[in-house]
């Protein structure tokens, strides 16, 4: 498939052009960051601003989803056909590889999730690579290159003036069919950004040997060592590409109800509040367990993903300056320790 | 008729058990006429009244929350109107700087022996709702459910 | 120097186990960042540091530590939670060493491009108001007084509810919610149901913030813990200097008093009232 070029100049309307038939969701300014959400008629998406404040998640799996509603005694089934299928536009390299993580457990599992799998399944792909990584990145440990990026429809590569669009499916080289074929030059830039990208790397993070080291561990006192400030606020989970956690509740007034799926965190007392009044994970140190095997153990165990995509925003976030790359190190230390005494 | 026209506010009334609540009761006694739109709620004094209450009513579709009590001095537990008053102050004032329902949370003294006055305060909230309309910003909506294809289950 | 008085009141008291940890500030993974630390013994209070960054409020920790006799560094502003929670018995004086210093403002950000943190610019609490031993020379109070002026609307309220995504992050990090069961926690009845409605957040935002009125002492903790960048000490800091204006009386000064929400004078402003 042969690589387009997008010219900066040009992305409004090129975007405008798709936007008829579908929904365009991508990265726009948001308080002096930028952060995905639906793109208003003629505004220009963000595509310089960085790795956006939240995971692109939110588009296919929303915070909060009306499953059905019921008035009384009758129930109505909500429609699980969305509305315009969705183009998400100038995802990051770590969102996509979230996404793959998403679609093993709503889409591949044992259980689909029908709205996940319509909006997903409608929904076409644009990724974006980065030209240089944020001071908390480290998708290269979980070796994702964004210049080669994890399952997308088309891949925006910067150079220069304009991005290099490289159709990687079907679907993708229909939606850029429009755009003129890239010129030797700025494919020649397009080459350098990689390389540029690719020499300023962060530091990686051993993430083979934790994963190795945590593989059968459940009770250690590692974990009480590694809690440090942790106030089990539930902002890391909130952006993270991959955490898919959700609680069902009946929201109701007066004869009037909705049931809705509304993401929840591990982070929180009531995430495993029993309805008894018993919660059998009190104490901090297992709720940052339960993050910590979910993302590195169990997942890897039941869905043969990582849980983790190095996107680092957990790490920005973090209030008392949690941060996993730190603990990832720590845990490995000490449980390989553990195992050999 | 636009919406406007044909709009009739719910407003919801914490009324002290004795005071406020007794001056509704003289209101009825005393034949003096007040708009049905107050829904009451007796509580046993408005220093009882937490905030989180006249926010949740307007959460869930109150067009206007009326608080009322005892008069100043006059509190069946001596002092919880006082605590009550500064604390409505103060959500008051923050509503009013998040510009967030301020105009439709009212606040009143009626006396077990103000039957009349009861009823003009309830008047007065409620052509004070009805003029700014209905409560659209920061309520929670539960969409109506589509009647058509309805599966029918149990009593209605 | 600052730090190294910390790190020698430190050792000297878990030393002598006249305390049995040491509540202070380690480097962060990030720059410009510092990380909370509790140092169990002597070996550890090299590790202890203080500088423009530490903005952590330390308080938040100590219902973490039921019984233990602490050691714990505070600015003015965390010693006034402090203050709170004294007054509302929620920790012991006698279990706490209190190491106040005297604070010209926290900055985020390291070298040129460090920026002092908003609460500060217009914080007249420079000395903390309790504390056993205070370090740092008298400062200046406030840099930017008319930082002060809270305005009279919030005209971007909705816009910030839409963006909650009530994480709880603000709540997580205040020292003075401490209730065992959030309000926005509870189930039965649910007053807040999960998810990211804008009425919702706002319910819990301004519910949050009348819990907090009358006793917050203006740390900044809140705004900082926030992902999304809420700058919630908007209606703080209106709350805040509307008690004041009002009754006269500014959060976590003293143990004895009650907040202004606390007590009441029958001479009290009516004007709400119909």
Redesign the interface.
Known sequence: MNPKLLRKTEIAAFVQSLAPSHTIVAPQPDEGQCSYGVLSNGAQPALDGGRPRKSAKEALYPQKERMFAFEAGAVEPCSVEPEPPLILFGVRACDLKGIEALDTVLLHGAFVDAFYKARREAAAIVGLACEKMCPTCFCNSFGIDPYAPPACDVNLVPAGDAFVAQPLTEKGEALVASLPDADAAHLATARKAGEAFHAAENPKVAVDAFVEAVAEVFESPAWEGIVDGCINCGGCTYVCPTCHCFDIVDETIGHRGQRVRAWDTCMAARFTLHTSGHNPRVTPAQRLRQRILHKFQYMKKNQSILGCTGCGRCVAVCPVNWDIRDAIGRLTEELSTASKA | MSERDTFEPKIVAFLCNWCSYAGADLAGIGRFQYPPNVRVIRVPCSGRIN??FI??AL???ADGVLVSGCH??DCHYL?GN??A????????????????WDDRV????VSAAEGQRFSE?VT??TEAVRALGPNQ???????????A???????? | MIQRAIQKLAREKLEAKAIDLFLGYARGTLPGRVKPFAAAGAADCDRLVWNENCDTNLVNYLARYPGKKIGIVVKPCDARTLVTLLHENQVKRENLFIVGVNCPGVKTGVGAEAAMQPQCLACEIRKPPIADVTLGGPVETAIAPQAKLAGELWDEFKGEMQRCIRCFACRNACPLCYCTTCFAEQTMPELVYPGNDAAESAFFQLGRIMHIAGRCGECGGCERACPMDIPLQKIIRKAAAFLEETYGEKAGLSVETPGALGTFSPTDNNSIFL
Do not use: H, M
Not at chain 2, 85 to 100: M, N
Not at chain 2, 149 to 156: K, M, S
């Open positions: 905030p989180l926010l949740k959460v869930n579709g100043p001095g002092q006082y605590v008053r500064r604390k409505f102050t103060v959500l008051k004032s923050l509503l009013k700087f998040a510009g967030a009212f606040f009143s003294w305060v007065e909230v910003d920061f309520v929670k909506r539960i969409p109506e459910p589509l009647l294809g309805l599966e029918q289950g149990g009593a209605r």
